[in-house]
């Protein structure tokens, strides 16, 4: 069931950047928020997440390119996206928690999903 509403992905050529956007209503105040996404023919991987008291975590493959945000007025999470490699080319997930700790804030088990956007980066 989607709950929460993705937007802001596209084509971009390697070295490009990309924002996403996620209106989460009300799970603007959940515990935890986390941005995740899929290639095709693989898993589901956490790229970053953010936890009530502001604090944040990134995949290894990503810490340093990638900001996670959310502004609490606008009840929207943001993924600043910068020198996107081709590697990065997947379906992107926004997430919301109530409850869900930091520790384990990259295991795909979280409540409420948006229905996901498009990133891809060409060589």
């Known amino acids: 069931q989607v709950e929460l509403e993705t937007s802001g992905g596209g084509s971009v050529q390697a070295g490009g950047s990309l924002r996403l956007s996620c209106a989460t209503g009300g799970y603007i105040f959940a515990n935890c928020l986390g941005w995740f996404r899929q290639a095709p023919g693989k898993e589901r991987e956490g790229v970053a997440a953010?936890?009530?008291?502001?604090?944040?975590k990134y995949a290894d493959s990503v810490q340093g390119r990638f900001t996670i945000s959310k502004d609490s007025v606008k009840n929207t999470l943001y993924l600043e996206m910068s020198r996107l490699e081709p590697e990065d080319t997947a379906m992107y997930f926004c997430?919301?928690?109530?409850?869900?700790?930091?520790?384990?804030?990259?295991?795909?088990?979280?409540?409420?999903w948006g229905q996901g956007t498009q990133v891809t980066v060409s060589s």
């Open positions: 997430a919301a928690d109530p409850y869900r700790p930091l520790a384990v804030a990259s295991v795909p088990h979280y409540n409420y």
């Open positions: 953010v936890v009530i008291d502001g604090t944040t």
